[in-house]
Antibody, heavy 113, light 107 residues
Framework: EVQLLESGGGLVQPGGSLRLSCAAS????????MSWVRQAPGKGLEWVSV????????YYVDSVKGRFTISRDNSKNTLYLQLNSLRAEDTAVYYC??????WGQGTLVSVSS | EIVMTQSPATLSVSPGERATLSCRAS??????LAWYQQKPGQAPRLLIY???TRATGIPVRFSGSGSGTEFTLTISSLQSEDFAVYYC?????????FGQGTRVEFK
């Protein structure tokens, strides 16, 4: 059974940092491109970032460029997202996504003073 | 960036009726188009990929069609569990982009 388990969310002040993790199991993690997608409260889905299977290609949505960093450790079957210089508008549930197939249950990031 | 536009924003349907949801891309995405269903408090669930291929375990009442810039998701006979928000996603080019969603509600 495919499982994606996100962790690391929480309440943080504007300008703060968080590191999200996504532990994967049930599929060959090292062969999948992995993404982070977020959903602000009551809003639609927004793709945030992707990293290819080897980690050699990375893309970000413009609104997070220079602030967020995606990475992966194929030896640990884990995807990461480092969130720096957080803003109120980054408040959302963050999902990890394997290719376009499999979704985690999400972790909530709240940015507020 | 490819802009995905879904219509209508809200669709009011009675159980047993047919529902037709549309998704338009600002430039061609070939058949690199997926549809998702999301219920409150849950992660999205993949319904259709490759514009027309049902994902594993998805009932046959869900069907997808289209290519290029115009796509349709059809639910042939709406069941109570189908009331949800539906999103399209293009995965042709980075950044991947979602439509804004169509809410299917009880009429």
């Amino acid at each position: 059974e495919v499982q994606l388990l996100e962790s690391g969310g929480g309440l943080v002040q504007p300008g703060g940092s968080l590191r999200l993790s996504c532990a994967a199991s049930g599929f060959t993690f090292s062969t999948y491109a992995m993404s982070w997608v977020r959903q602000a409260p009551g809003k639609g889905l927004e793709w945030v970032s992707v990293i290819n299977d080897s980690g050699s290609s990375i893309y970000y949505v413009d609104s997070v460029k220079g602030r967020f960093t995606i990475s992966r450790d194929n030896s640990k079957n884990t995807l990461y997202l480092q969130l720096n210089s957080l803003r109120a508008e980054d408040t959302a549930v963050y999902y990890c996504l394997a290719s376009f197939d499999y979704w985690g249950q999400g972790t909530l990031v709240s940015v507020s003073s | 960036e490819i802009v995905m536009t879904q219509s209508p924003a809200t669709l009011s349907v009675s159980p047993g009726e047919r529902a037709t949801l549309s998704c338009r891309a600002s430039q061609t995405v070939s058949s690199d188009l997926a549809w998702y269903q999301q219920k409150p408090g849950q992660a999205p669930r993949l319904l259709i990929y490759g514009a027309s291929t049902r994902a594993t375990g998805i009932p046959v009442r869900f069907s997808g069609s289209g290519s290029g810039t115009e796509f349709t998701l059809t639910i042939s006979s709406l069941q109570s569990e189908d009331f949800a928000v539906y999103y399209c996603l293009q995965y042709k080019n980075w950044p991947w982009t979602f439509g804004q969603g169509t809410r299917v509600e009880f009429k």
